[in-house]
Structures are given as structure tokens and as C-alpha cells.
């Protein structure tokens, strides 16, 4: 087996090589007998590996991985997503630790599935990180929005979003929330970018880390059950009621995507409403 791997150094960079032997290749950083740049920037900590079967699976997806932007690269990182087509090697990194106490008031956690209750103050510990995917669907110059039906915020305008689960590929889950909430087949899927915003959890503001697609689907869109009703807009003629201050920015951002790859005018199509399916 080889390995893609990611040291962090003692400045905070990020280090990626392909190795082997991991702990080995490791301890010879360590030593400074790996790279000159780790030499010069100790101490290390291994913080991420990825399995492949052949040495040139594992030297394409390190030249993939070096050529992302930081942000996307924590993204991974903490997610513990596959990457490339490699399985995150727990067996290298060592297992995620699970959580036994509330932080908040030092009560005894109990894990019935994917989330802990504190027994003693009731509130709720996601134990997946704080990661979530969003998709942009977009036809003709506009974009799809759904209103939600449901709190928390019912009447405003969102898209498709979902948390993302431990095992999940962010792609998967861009492609299932498009068909769940939307009802469309997605035939091709397009990175916009990441973006770290803050949500309400019991009472309080929780950051959260979510990565966004531009989708191309096929079908009529209809509204799933947590929407009223969905609707196509132009991008320069948004609603004002839109769900999350970020979400403004993050359809500002799409405008400038389509006017980069030269998609039909942005000012030509209309806002006409999609009924949702009784």
C-alpha cells in the first residue's frame, strides 16, 4: 500500500508527500533527514493520510492535493473524507476520540448513534464536525431557491443543504440533496468554493464549515418537505428574504462564476415560480 500524507509544521504550514511507510517517512522528517522544508520548520505532527493501492494513485492525488487552497485542505483534514479514490487511513492517523463529558457542564455523555446527550444538562453533541454542503443549482442564467416551510427559518429563501456525515463524500452529498429537496438528477457537478459561517445550536453560534457546488440537473424541480415551494431566479434579481446573512454573498460569488465561464446572460431569464407538488 502507499500513502498520501499531510504533516503540519511548526510554523502551521502544511506538508504533503507520499510515502510507504508512513511512521517511517515521519520519523525521518522528524530527524531532519525528509525534505528541506520540514527540516527548517520542526517540530511535526502527522495530521491526515490517505490509502491507494499503487505508488502512482498516491503521487496523483499528492499533486492534487498540494495544488488546493488551504481552506479546502482543513476541510479534508477534518472531515476525514476519501480522497482521489483513497480511503482516510484511520489505521496511520489513529481513530477520532470520542467525547465522554459535556464541556459545558462536565455531565456524562451517552452516545445512543451520531450524536451525545449530557446526561445531566440535555444538550445535544453532534459528534460529526461542523461541516455541511450546499448546491447551487443553476439553469439558464438563474438559480433555484426553495422556501422553507419549517423553523428554523420558515419563509425565508435557502438552497439545498445537508451536514455531512463522517463517511460521506461532500460530492454525494451535493447530489442527494439536489435530488431530495429539489427532485432533479444531477448531470454535472462544479466547485465554487468554501465558506465559514455561523449557525444558531441551542441558544447559541456555532461555526460551521460549508462547501459549495454549482449544479447542472436534469428534470422539473419540485419542492421536498421542508420547502413550500421553489422557484427559479436571475442572479441579479434575488429575494430579499434570503435564509443566512452568508448566503448573499455566496450567490454574488456564483454571479462571478458564470459571467468567468461565459454561461447566457445573466439579466435575460425571469423569476417564474415552481409549484410544489401537493
Known amino acids: 500500500m502507499w500513502y498520501l500524507y499531510v504533516l503540519r509544521c511548526g510554523n502551521g504550514a502544511l506538508y504533503t508527500g507520499s510515502a510507504h511507510d508512513v511512521a517511517r517517512r515521519l520519523t525521518e522528517h522528524q530527524r531532519g533527514r525528509g525534505a528541506a522544508y520540514t527540516r527548517s520548520h520542526l517540530p511535526l505532527e502527522l495530521v491526515a493520510a490517505w490509502q491507494y493501492a499503487e505508488r502512482g494513485e498516491a503521487l496523483r492525488a499528492e499533486r492534487s492535493f498540494k495544488a488546493l487552497p488551504r481552506e479546502a485542505k482543513l476541510a479534508w ?39 451525545s446527550v449530557c446526561t445531566v444538562c440535555g444538550r445535544i453533541h453532534d459528534s460529526r464536525p461542523g461541516l455541511r454542503v450546499g448546491t447551487l443549482i443553476l439553469r439558464e ?24 456525515g463522517m463517511t460521506e463524500l461532500p460530492e454525494t452529498a451535493a ?5 431530495e429537496e429539489a427532485g432533479l438528477e444531477v448531470r454535472r457537478l462544479d466547485w465554487l468554493g468554501f465558506y465559514l459561517e455561523e449557525d444558531g445550536l441551542q441558544g447559541e453560534r456555532a461555526p460551521v464549515l460549508t462547501v459549495y457546488f454549482v449544479a447542472e440537473t436534469e428534470g422539473e424541480p419540485c419542492a421536498g418537505e421542508v420547502a413550500e415551494r421553489c422557484a427559479w431566479f436571475p442572479l441579479a434579481a434575488l429575494p430579499e428574504t434570503l435564509a443566512g446573512a452568508h448566503l448573499g454573498q455566496v450567490l454574488a460569488d456564483l454571479e462571478g462564476w458564470v459571467a468567468r465561464r461565459g454561461r447566457p446572460d445573466l439579466q435575460s431569464a425571469d423569476g417564474t415560480a415552481i409549484r410544489s407538488q401537493e
Not at 84 to 100: D, S, Y
Not at 175 to 179: F, L
Open 141 to 164: 442564467g438563474r438559480v433555484l431557491l426553495m422556501r422553507r416551510a419549517l423553523e428554523p427559518g420558515q419563509g425565508l429563501w435557502g438552497v439545498p443543504a445537508r451536514e455531512l
Open 77 to 115: 483534514i477534518e472531515g476525514r473524507w476519501p480522497y482521489k479514490g483513497g480511503p482516510f487511513a484511520f489505521e496511520v492517523v489513529g481513530e477520532p476520540q470520542c467525547q465522554r463529558f459535556c464541556p459545558y457542564c462536565g455531565g456524562v455523555l451517552e452516545t445512543p448513534g451520531e450524536t
Open 175 to 179: 447530489r442527494r440533496e439536489a435530488q
